[in-house]
Every structure is written in structure tokens, then in C-alpha cells.
């Protein structure tokens, strides 16, 4: 079993910043490849920004040059620096991970861009 437990949203302003963590705990040892998914009011829930366990990364076209995802293996956390914030953004932002056949992910934290 693997816990994830996401923090840092809040109400910004367009064009502001925010920095969102994700801590994992648990059966941590096998995972690899962990993400950021957003959800807006009415809308599927979307790929953000992937990274490996060795810090590669990818990122929606939406958000290229504007999100930053890094990891700290050692601890265990996984962030998301989101820099240039449109209102557009405004979504539920929720931690992803997979080990072996199983996913998780954790209970999401709100991210809402207004002025």
C-alpha cells in the first residue's frame, strides 16, 4: 500500500505562483514514475507532468514552460512549481502513482486562479 498526501493549493492571482508537495508513504520502495493529474469542475481529469525515479519529466503542451515537477527521493515528495498561473488552471490537483499493477492516488488539493 502506498499513501499520498498532497498540499500547497490555495487562491492565487493570475499570473501568480504556487507550489504544490506531494508526500508519499508506505510501500515506497518499488515506485518509479509518479504524476500530477488536475480535474476542473465538468471536465475529465487531466496529465499534467510525469517524473522518474532518475528525473525525467514531461509535461502537458498547456502547461509547458510554466510548470516545473522535481522530486526528493530522500524524502520521499514530489512537487509541483506552477509559475504564470491563468485562471484556466483553476482545478482540483491530485498526486499519481503505480507499483506493479496497482495505482494510487492521493485525495487532491484545490487550485483556484481569480482575481
Known amino acids: 500500500q502506498v499513501q499520498l498526501v498532497e498540499s500547497g493549493g490555495g487562491l492565487v492571482q493570475p499570473g501568480g505562483s504556487l507550489r504544490l508537495s506531494c508526500a508519499a508513504s508506505?510501500?515506497?520502495?518499488?515506485?518509479?514514475?509518479m504524476a500530477w493529474f488536475r480535474q476542473a469542475p465538468g471536465k475529465q481529469r487531466e496529465l499534467v507532468a510525469t517524473?522518474?525515479?532518475?528525473?525525467?519529466?514531461n509535461y502537458a503542451d498547456s502547461v509547458k514552460g510554466r510548470f516545473t515537477i522535481s522530486r526528493d527521493n530522500a524524502k520521499n515528495t514530489v512537487y509541483l512549481e506552477m509559475n504564470s498561473l491563468k485562471p484556466e488552471d483553476t482545478a482540483a490537483y491530485y498526486c499519481?502513482?503505480?507499483?506493479?499493477?496497482?495505482?494510487?492516488w492521493g485525495q487532491g488539493t484545490q487550485v483556484t486562479v481569480s482575481s
Open positions: 499519481y502513482t503505480v507499483v506493479y499493477t496497482s495505482t494510487y
Open positions: 517524473i522518474t525515479r532518475g528525473g525525467s519529466s
Open positions: 508506505g510501500s515506497i520502495f518499488n515506485i518509479n514514475t
